[in-house]
Nanobody
């Protein structure tokens, strides 16, 4: 049974930083894609950033240059460093894992950017 455990998030002022981590366990394969999506109130869930087990990354245009995704394959953990946060980054952030053709989701973590 695959499980994703998220940590991080919270309340931060505009221009501040936060760091997420997400640890995966159970039934994992060497090749997978991990990352983060987010969903703001009244909006659809959207991609934030993805990283393959080989280290290839993909970012939403809105976070390029501000967010950095990384991973530790030995720990099956993905990280998201978020800098220069804006009020429009406020959302619930979900950890994501894709193994072959199956998607898995974390429980979601609230990020609020407000002064």
């Amino acid at each position: 049974q695959v499980q994703l455990v998220e940590s991080g998030g919270g309340l931060v002022q505009p221009g501040g930083s936060l760091r997420f981590s997400c640890a995966a366990s159970g039934g994992l394969f060497n090749k997978n894609v991990m990352g983060w999506y987010r969903q703001a109130p009244g909006k659809q869930r959207e991609l934030v950033a993805l990283i393959t087990s080989g280290g290839t990354t993909n970012y939403a245009e809105s976070v390029k240059g501000r967010f950095t995704i990384s991973r530790d394959n030995a720990k099956n953990t993905v990280y998201l460093q978020m800098n220069s946060l804006k009020p429009e980054d406020t959302a619930v952030y979900y950890c994501y894992l894709r193994i072959q053709f199956t998607d898995y989701w974390g429980q979601g973590t609230q990020v609020t950017v407000s002064s």
